[in-house]
C-alpha cells in the first residue's frame, strides 16, 4: 500500500502513478485508455464519443486505447454499453493482448467512471489482475511524466479464459423487487468539498444486526478551479536535415488538464540555436478545461552540426512556464521522405470505402521517394491501430533509396466484420522527424448480389405474321459480391403473346459471374407490339424490369439503302393482287423524290 492509496477500503485496486511507471517495461503489462465523452444533445440525450483522437494526441507509453461501446458493448437498438457475452469479451481481450497472466492498468483522461467499468468487467469475468491509475492521466501528466503520441503499439494476440460465475449484476427484476423487499434499503453518499485538499469520512450504520457499528470509508479531493497545463511531450527531436530545408511540422499538442480555462499568453523559441526552430502558436484562444490546442514545430538548421533550442509557453497555469526541448542535427547532405498517396482525403490517407466482408479489396499504393540528397532507410514499414486485422500490407520497402528513388507500400481491406475499421500505416526511417503515419479507413458490409442487364430494351424489326424472329440475348451479370438468385422471368404488358423467352439464368450466378435469357418475336397480328419482361431475383432493388417493341404485318420486306446525299429509286414489286405495301424506314432521314422518310416511320404507296 502506497500513501497515496492509505485511506482507502480496497488500495488493491488501485495503482500510482510513480508504480506504473517502474513497471512500463514488464512484458505481461498491458494499459488502457478507456476515455468516453459524452456530448449533450437535445433528441436524444447525449452523444458518445470515443476519446481515440485525444488518446493519439498524448498517452501513457504503451497504452492501448479501448473502445467501451465500440470494442466492449452488445449491440442493442435502444440502449447503450449492455454488457458483451462471454465469448465476445474474452475475444476482444485477446485481441488486445490480454492473457490469463496480464497485468491490467485502466485509466480515462476525464472522469474515472470509465476506467472503473472496464474494471469491473474484467472481474465479472473472472479476471482479477487489473487496477485502476489512481488521479488518472490528468495526474500523469501533471506529474511531467514521459507522454507518447499517435496510435497504439499493436500487442501479440493472446488467449483470454472468461469465466462468468462471479454473480456481481442483477437485472431490472432483481431491482426492483429490492426495492419493495422490506428487508433491503439503499443510502446515497454524495461528495461536496468545502474547501481545498483532501477531504475524508465515514458512513457509521448503527444497528441490532451482528456487525455494528458497519462503517463505510468515505474520501475526495476538494480543489479550487484552476488550469493546468499538460504538453503532449517534453522534448521533440528532429533528427538530421540538409541546410536549406525545413522538415515537416511535429504537432506540439497542450491540453488543459485543470477545471478552469487555460489561456497562453505567448510561444517563444529560446536557447542555444533559436534560429534553427520555428514554432507556431495555435493556442491564441482560451482553452476549456478538458480541451486541447496545437503548437505546429519544425527545424530548419542554420548550420552544420547539433542544434537544440527550447519551445517556451507562458500561461496562467500556475506551473508556468512550459518548456519543451527541441533539438535537430544539420547537414550538407540528408535523405527526405516524402509520400505520394493516392485520392484526395483530408488529411491524407488511404479510403478503401465499402468493402464486403469475406472479400478482399485492390490494393491502395503508396509511393515512398527520397527527395532529399543522402540515402533513405526504412528501417520498418507496419500497421497498427484498433483494428489492423481488417488490412494487411506488402513492404516493398525493404532496401535503402538512393535519392530520386522510390519504392511502394501495397495495403488491402478485408473486413472480419460490419462497420467502420480503422487502422495506421506507421513508416520509420532515417529522414528527420518521428515516424510517418497514414491512416487507413474501410467500412465492412454484409456481401449483397447487384443485378445489371444489357441491353437495356429490346427492339424487333418488321416480321411477316407467323414468321419468328432472330433470338435477341439480355446478359444478366452479378455485379454484387454474393450470389444472385432469379426467381423468376416473366412476361407482361399488352401484347405478351407476341414474345417467347428461354430463361437461361435458373441457377445461382456467383459474384461477377453472368447468365443470358433469350427472347424471340413471333407476332399472330399485324401492328406495333409492346410487352414488358420482368426478373425478379434477391438483389436489392428487384424487380428489374426490360421494355420490348417489334412491329409484324402480312406483307413483303423491302430492304434498301441509299449512301448519303445520294438518290434512288424503288423497284416495282410484283403482286398478284392491287394492295397497299407497307415500306418501314428505319435509317436516318432520306429524301427520294418529292418523299420524306423518317426514321421508323410507315410510309404506305400503291403498286
Not at 461477377?512 to 427472347?519: K, L, Q
Not at 435509317?587 to 416511320?601: I, K, L, N, Q, V
Request: with cysteine; charged share 10%; glycine share 12%.
Amino acid at each position: 500500500m502506497s500513501a497515496g492509496t492509505a485511506g482507502f477500503a480496497h488500495p488493491e485496486f488501485l495503482v500510482e502513478t510513480e508504480e506504473l511507471a517502474a513497471q512500463l517495461d514488464d512484458p505481461e503489462l498491458r494499459i488502457f485508455d478507456c476515455t468516453i465523452h459524452l456530448i449533450p444533445n437535445p433528441d436524444i440525450g447525449y452523444t458518445v464519443k470515443p476519446g481515440r483522437e485525444d488518446f493519439e494526441k498524448g498517452h501513457i507509453p504503451g497504452a492501448q486505447f479501448i473502445d467501451l461501446q465500440g470494442d466492449l458493448s452488445a449491440p442493442h437498438p435502444k440502449l447503450r454499453f449492455m454488457l458483451p457475452s462471454a465469448a465476445d469479451f474474452a475475444a476482444v481481450m485477446g485481441r488486445f493482448g490480454v492473457g490469463d497472466r496480464a497485468r491490467v492498468i485502466l485509466y480515462s483522461t476525464t472522469t474515472p467512471q470509465w476506467a472503473t467499468r472496464v474494471w469491473w468487467m474484467l472481474r465479472n469475468y473472472g479476471f482479477d489482475n487489473a487496477a485502476v491509475l489512481n488521479g488518472g492521466f490528468q495526474k500523469w501528466a501533471r506529474e511531467g511524466r514521459a507522454i507518447e503520441t499517435g496510435p497504439a503499439r499493436p500487442r501479440p494476440p493472446a488467449h483470454f479464459t472468461a469465466r462468468e460465475d462471479r454473480k456481481l449484476m442483477v437485472g431490472k427484476e432483481a431491482v426492483l423487487g429490492a426495492v419493495g423487499e422490506p428487508l433491503t434499503c439503499t443510502i446515497n453518499a454524495f461528495f461536496m468539498p468545502a474547501g481545498d485538499g483532501p477531504k475524508s469520512a465515514s458512513v457509521n450504520i448503527v444497528s441490532n444486526g451482528p456487525i455494528s457499528p458497519l462503517m463505510v470509508s468515505l474520501s475526495g479531493t476538494g480543489g479550487i478551479p484552476a488550469p493546468a497545463i499538460s504538453p503532449s511531450a517534453t522534448s521533440l527531436p528532429f533528427g538530421t536535415e540538409a541546410l536549406g530545408f525545413t522538415t515537416a511540422a511535429q504537432n506540439l499538442i497542450v491540453t488543459n488538464s485543470g477545471t478552469a480555462p487555460l489561456t497562453v499568453s505567448s510561444v517563444n523559441v529560446a536557447g542555444a540555436n533559436p534560429a534553427s526552430f520555428s514554432a507556431t502558436n495555435g493556442c491564441t484562444a482560451s482553452v476549456a478545461a478538458g480541451a486541447s490546442c496545437t503548437i505546429a514545430v519544425t527545424f530548419h538548421p542554420a548550420g552544420l552540426g547539433a542544434k537544440a533550442a527550447t519551445v517556451v509557453i507562458d500561461s496562467n497555469a500556475a506551473s508556468s512556464p512550459t518548456d519543451v526541448t527541441l533539438s535537430g542535427t544539420g547537414a550538407a547532405d540528408a535523405p527526405r521522405l516524402t509520400l505520394i498517396i493516392p485520392g484526395n482525403t483530408f488529411p491524407p490517407g488511404l479510403a478503401f470505402g465499402n468493402q464486403g466482408i469475406g472479400s478482399r479489396s485492390a490494393p491502395l499504393v503508396v509511393k515512398v521517394e527520397n527527395t532529399g540528397t543522402a540515402t533513405l532507410v526504412i528501417s520498418s514499414a507496419t500497421l497498427g491501430g484498433a483494428n489492423t486485422p481488417s488490412f494487411a500490407l506488402t513492404n516493398g520497402c525493404t532496401s535503402s533509396l538512393a535519392p530520386s528513388a522510390s519504392c511502394n507500400l501495397s495495403t488491402t481491406f478485408a473486413p472480419g466484420g460490419a462497420g467502420l475499421k480503422s487502422a495506421d500505416l506507421i513508416i520509420a526511417s532515417n529522414a528527420s522527424g518521428p515516424a510517418r503515419q497514414i491512416g487507413i479507413t474501410g467500412t465492412g458490409v454484409v456481401p449483397a448480389p447487384a443485378i445489371a442487364v444489357s441491353p437495356a430494351s429490346l427492339m424487333f424489326n418488321y416480321e411477316k405474321i407467323g414468321t419468328t424472329s432472330g433470338m435477341q440475348t439480355l446478359t444478366v451479370t452479378n455485379t454484387g459480391g454474393a450470389a444472385l438468385t432469379i426467381s423468376s422471368v416473366t412476361l407482361g404488358g399488352a401484347n405478351q403473346p407476341a414474345f417467347q423467352i428461354s430463361n437461361g439464368c435458373a441457377t445461382p450466378v456467383a459474384a461477377g459471374d453472368t447468365c443470358s435469357i433469350s427472347v424471340t418475336f413471333d407476332s399472330p397480328g399485324a401492328g406495333n407490339k409492346s410487352a414488358q419482361l420482368t426478373i425478379v431475383s434477391n438483389a436489392p432493388g428487384s424487380p428489374t424490369t426490360i421494355a420490348m417493341t417489334g412491329l409484324s404485318g402480312s406483307g413483303a420486306v423491302v430492304a434498301f439503302s441509299i449512301s448519303s446525299g445520294a438518290s434512288s429509286r424503288f423497284s416495282a414489286i410484283k403482286t398478284r393482287h392491287s394492295r397497299s405495301l407497307s415500306l418501314t424506314a428505319r435509317t436516318s432521314c432520306m429524301r427520294a423524290g418529292s418523299s420524306d422518310f423518317a426514321p421508323g416511320s410507315n410510309v404506305r404507296r400503291r403498286v
